[in-house]
């Protein structure tokens, strides 16, 4: 081997060797290196179908309603079969023939309105989303203890439990046994399979490729800001910052008169805010899932408040009251949004 290629072999052996690092900017100095295992542990807690980290614990039926009533009511119903704000989750439509097969027939009849526990084929399912992401306004808050009580309460709703039925660790396998839906799970779709066909299509070329871009969808205008600016919400490194989506929208001076001519309704317009659904996440006084009707309408007190109002009511958004954003009503009638805002205007006399 010559000297020069044994330069070169004895420099790329050094490259290797060498521990090299970019300088980056201030605050991202830890990005690139190993998770530790606190890291990892805190990330780590979802539990699989098989039941791999499932912590111990357990709960029963009736410690399960007493939670239930107080911290999922008011979204799902006293008995898991409101439809107000969400779908229902039970409404006592599971047959013993479906229990006894693990597939429930009236999936498949249009007729039937689906609920939760006639589609889930999981147990773990259940206990996992509702331990990571229930209660909808303050998620990771219940203890595995309390999640085993509230899955047991909805088992029981669905009569796959008796009343003095306790959930726990040990006995989440056997009760997977008795899921309506266990066995409703399809694999023929998707990516499944090497053979299967891709959820998307592209193309092969590498080299002297076609780059116009056609846009086939976009976002639509008043989903824009449902959630907040995005732009804000994506990290700040690599070359790809997120969508500017902070709108700022200019009703007409007509509809600013006619928040105004009906800003005389001094009593809270029930019916109306029943039929928008505020009532599911706001009450009038104190937190719910959002703030307090009384909170509102002491910030925007007065007219001025109203073109701000009818847009935060009609394109949702985020960040004001809190992380939990507003979904965007567009579906509420002009009379309706008019007399709610008027009402939210008009102060907390």
């Known amino acids: 081997m010559s000297s020069w290629a044994k330069a070169v072999v004895l420099w790329l052996c050094a490259m290797v060797m060498t521990p090299w690092t970019l300088a980056l900017p201030e605050g991202l100095d830890g990005l690139g290196r190993p998770a530790t295992e606190g890291e ?37 119903g006293d008995f898991g079969d409101s439809n107000e704000i969400l779908a229902p989750l039970v409404l006592g439509n599971i047959t013993e023939e479906d229990i006894a097969t693990g597939r429930v027939a009236s999936l498949t009849d249009p007729g039937v309105t689906r609920t939760t526990l006639m589609k889930v084929p999981t147990l773990s399912t259940l206990w996992d989303y509702i331990y990571r992401a229930m209660p909808w306004n303050a998620p990771k808050t219940l203890s595995p203890d309390e999640v085993y009580g509230l899955v ?22 056997e009760t997977q046994a008795r899921m309506p839906n266990r066995n409703g799970m399809s694999l023929d779709h998707g990516m499944w399979s090497v053979s299967g066909l891709p959820d998307v299509s592209g193309s092969s070329c590498i080299t002297d490729c076609d780059v116009a871009i056609t846009v086939t969808s976009s976002l639509p205008a008043y989903a824009m800001n449902a959630h907040g600016n995005l732009a804000e919400q994506v990290r700040g490194w690599g070359p790809y ?72 009511i009609v394109n949702g958004g985020a960040g004001v009251w809190g992380a939990m954003p507003m979904p965007p009503m567009t579906t509420l009638a002009d009379d309706t949004l008019q007399q709610i805002v008027a009402w939210l205007t008009s102060g907390g006399e």
């Open 40 to 76: 990892v542990a805190a990330w780590d807690i979802d539990v699989r179908p098989d039941f791999v980290g499932l912590p111990s614990g357990s709960g029963d039926v009736w410690a399960g309603e007493e939670i239930w009533l107080a911290q999922c009511a008011s979204c799902h």
């Open 152 to 173: 047991a309460y909805l088992l029981n709703l669905g009569y796959l439990v008796e009343d003095d039925f306790v959930l726990s660790d040990a006995n989440m396998a």
């Open 241 to 312: 910052p997120g969508l500017w989506t902070e709108t700022v929208t200019d009703a007409e001076p007509a509809q600013i008169a006619r928040a105004s001519d009906v800003a005389e309704v001094a009593m809270a317009p029930e019916a109306a805010l029943s039929a928008g659904g505020c009532s599911g996440c706001h009450q009038m006084a104190g937190q719910l899932v959002g703030p307090g009707f009384d909170a509102i309408r002491a910030r925007y007190a007065g007219q001025e408040h109203a073109v701000y109002l009818r847009d935060k």
